[in-house]
C-alpha cells in the first residue's frame, strides 16, 4: 500500500484528481505543471471549457488548443478583472470582454 493512498482517495473523492486515462494514479511520478494547474483549478473550481475561451485571449506558442490542459492553463493565466465571468450550473465559466469605458464616463470619475 502507497503512503500517500489514503490522501489521494481523498482528493479523487473531492474531484480534484481523477487519475491517468487508464484509470490509474502515479504517485511516485513527476508532477507536470499542466497537472498541478489542473489540480489547483479543480480545488478552486475554476472551470473553463476550450470552446468558452474568448477569441482575444492571448494564447501560447508552446502549447496547441488541442492540448488536454490548455482550458486550465488559459483559466489560471489570465486576468479576471477584464471579462464578466457567468456560471454555468455545471460551474463552468463562460467569460465575456467588459465593455470599454466611454471617455465621457473616465472623465467624469476624474
Known sequence: THWALSYINSAATRGWVQGFPDGTFRPDERTS???VVTVINRML???LHTEDIPEDIATFTDLPRAHWAYADIVE???DH???NVAVRPDGSEIWSPKA???SEASQSAA
Open 45 to 47: 473550481q475554476r472551470i
Open 100 to 102: 470599454a469605458a466611454t
Open 76 to 78: 489560471a493565466s489570465t
Open 81 to 83: 478583472d477584464r471579462y
Open 33 to 35: 505543471r499542466a497537472q
